[in-house]
């Protein structure tokens, strides 16, 4: 592909006469355009009656819904109206929202993720995942490696399109002035051992404990187990996070922790870590709960969560090996090791 390639150009060319692939590139267009819309209205923030408040509402997970949630909602679902979808899920909606049973795809999205972040005027983003509409099989219960499609819009200082069709990573940044979405950088690859993570390290004490060991080894940093030093990141906007490891590499965790309510973590299946988890194998990297791979879940209800490790595929498969062989962490570093006579 040539560098400058418009978004609609590269669907275009995915589509060809396939009537499936044709639903999906008409999905992701919409998507697309409801997305520019989206940029615009946060981009005019305070000044557009954007304040980030709570609408006094909550959503089926019992998240506030913030003016901004529900505003990029309908203005997704109404982009939507156009395509020929089965059923949608979307964060902001209790329940499936139903289409024509024979389409050939379903939607899940994320109309607004980070949405904690509008009022202190950081990076947000929409999230969403393209699935096929099996008639005799109930929507969104495959496991995630049925994905025709899935990708995330970043509204940060440049509003950027990830996506992948099921054939690598491409990136596609707003030209604002011409409203359409330019190729920047294709088939992404992630750095696959960069020394960086992002974690919430304020639920140190409610983590299990190959997290605790994980996160243990890159605070030793070179005097450690590792034998060298860690950044760590911590920006609250999943987009952000995904864009970034995309760009230079590293991991992010949202693991299990022992909170109420959050056994499975904090982010949802099908709109969140189902696409993120594509989008990161498809650009070689990892996506997994710890024990498993994300994209091997199958979601028993539409807003069930799902723990998410993801990036770069050394730290991914690092943290699965504390999960899956305890003693893995106390046989890296006898003298760091738990039961070691030198551990503090
Ligand atoms: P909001 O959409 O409620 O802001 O949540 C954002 C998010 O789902 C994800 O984008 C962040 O990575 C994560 O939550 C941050 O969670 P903590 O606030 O618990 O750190």
Redesign the pocket.
Known sequence: MEQGQTLLRRIELYAGADPQRRAVAAAVGAIAAASIAISELIGQGALAGITGQAQGSANADG??Q?DL?VRADEMVQGALKSVPYAVLAS?EAEVLVPGDPKALISIAY?P??????IDTNMT??TIFSIIPNDPGVAPFTASGNCQLAAGFVVYGPQTSLVLTLGDGVDIFTLDRAARTYRLIRERVKIPADTAEYAI?A??HRHWEQPVRDFVDECLAGADGPRSKDFNMR????????AYRILTRGGV?L?PADSRPGYGDG???LLY?THPMAMVMEQAGGGASTGRERVLDLAAKSIHQRSPLIMGSIDKVKRIELLHNDPDAASRTAPLFARRGLFRV
């Not at 607004?112 to 972040?117: A, C, I, K, T, V």
């Open positions: 998240d506030v913030k949630d964060e994320d607004l993720d980070g949405s904690s972040n947000v983003g919430n304020s639920n911590w920006i609250g906007s999943l987009v952000a996070e992010f949202y904090r982010l949802r969140e």
